[in-house]
Structure formats: structure tokens, C-alpha cells
């Protein structure tokens, strides 16, 4: 699903090499791809908490497991975690109940990502930028909720288009790619997550890791450029 953009913790984190000045891979880009959550906002630890809630008639051990799954997959849909969560808690997975949990999960954490803490540097460059590249918003949130955060934040006007669940990001990639004639290596991806970086190698788009204290392994992982804060000037 596109949207049309319209007009108008307490812990640090890791410190990587491209701390120094804006990462080459974005400064040289024509079309950038943005992951949102943990991206531009800080707000991962916000869907934990959210999840959490959901199965809160769990034992903490639940608790627990679910807030590790999902801080280790942070790009996939809450329309697959939330079936996965229930059962794990031993609550009904029917289309019904799940229908239920994800509009009680929107209703917890909706205000909690808007308040939450910005990406350092991210929503300068976002507003600065928006008419020197081209700005597409790809994220696993459903597409009428990150619509409404982003007219909240009064960044609809920095993205050409906002893509969300339930389109999968990969699909997005590619048929943004084809619509604005890009070539892969002109552009980047910038997420948090292996689903974020799949997304982009499976389209032959570089990938920008943004690294924060739920996903500082990746470093090690992936062999990508990586930032924690956007400095540039």
C-alpha cells in the first residue's frame, strides 16, 4: 500500500566508524529508503513494551521471550508476531483474537512513538534534505497508523511516498525503484534490522545499519557502514 506524501534509553550507544561526518553511502545517494522505527524515532523499546502488554496475563517468562523476539526482529510485521505471541502465552490465535490484540496494541503504543525520543540528527536532515533526494518512508507498521504518526510529527511532507504493512518492504523497494528510475546503486536503505538489510540486498540496494543498544550484534554480522547519531554540516 502507498501513501502519497502531501505538502505542506538511558544506555549509550555502540560509537561506529562513521561517527566522524555524514556516512558516504547516504550523502551520494539520489533516493533513500527509511526504516521508521529506530530509525527516526526511537521508539523500539516502545513495541516491546506494547507487546508485552499484550500477553501481560502471561508469566514473565513470556514476557521476556517476546521482548527478545522482537527487539531481534525488528522489521517484521506485528500481523506475524502478534499470532506467534499469543500462542507462546497460550491465548487464543484466531483471526478474531488477533484482530483483537492488534488494535489494543495500536492504542498503547501510537502516542508513546510520537513522544519518543528522535534518532539524533535524523529529523534535521530529513526536513533540510527533503529537496535535494528523494525521501521513501518503508516500515512494518501499518499503513494507515504511520500515515497518521507522520502528519503528527509534521514530516509528511519530507517523503515522497510512505509504504507500510501490509506491503512487504522488499516489494516496496523494488516497485519504488521502477517508478522513479533509479538504479539500486543509487540509492540506500537505512534500517535497523536483518529483515531492513534483506529488503535491500534482495533489490542490489547499499544498506545503511543504524545501530542502537537492541541491535549493536549486527556490527558483527553484517559487513555494512553504520551510524548511531546523523551528524553532518
Request: net charge negative; glycine share 6%.
Amino acid at each position: 500500500m502507498t501513501s502519497p506524501a502531501r505538502t505542506g534509553s538511558s544506555e549509550a550507544a555502540p560509537e561506529p566508524a562513521e561517527e566522524a561526518g555524514l556516512p558516504p553511502v547516504l550523502r551520494d545517494a539520489g533516493l533513500v529508503f527509511w526504516d521508521f522505527d529506530g530509525v527516526v524515532k526511537d521508539s523500539v523499546e516502545v513495541k516491546s513494551d506494547g507487546f508485552r502488554w499484550i500477553v501481560r496475563g502471561a508469566d514473565d517468562s513470556i514476557g521476556n521471550r517476546v521482548q527478545r523476539h522482537h527487539e531481534a526482529n525488528g522489521g517484521i510485521s506485528r500481523f506475524e508476531k502478534i499470532p506467534l505471541y499469543l500462542s507462546w502465552a497460550g491465548m487464543s490465535s484466531d483471526a478474531a483474537a488477533v484482530r483483537r490484540a492488534c488494535a489494543e496494541f495500536s492504542r498503547f503504543v501510537v502516542d508513546a512513538v510520537i513522544d519518543s525520543p528522535w534518532v539524533p540528527g535524523v529529523r534535521d536532515y530529513l526536513v533540510e534534505n527533503r529537496g535535494n533526494q528523494v525521501f521513501i518512508l518503508v516500515t512494518a507498521t501499518p499503513a494507515d497508523e504511520i500515515g497518521w504518526i507522520l502528519e503528527r510529527l509534521d514530516l509528511l511532507p519530507c517523503f515522497s511516498e510512505v509504504h507500510g504493512a501490509p506491503m512487504a518492504k522488499a516489494d516496496a523497494v523494488s516497485e519504488t525503484l521502477a517508478r522513479h528510475l533509479f538504479e539500486p546503486d543509487q540509492s540506500v536503505f537505512i534500517g535497523d534490522s536483518e529483515s531492513d538489510h534483506r529488503a535491500a540486498t534482495s533489490n542490489s540496494v547499499p544498506f545503511l545499519l543504524r545501530l542502537h543498544r537492541f541491535n549493536d550484534d549486527l556490527i558483527e554480522v553484517l559487513d555494512v557502514p553504520s551510524f548511531s547519531e546523523l551528524s553532518y554540516g
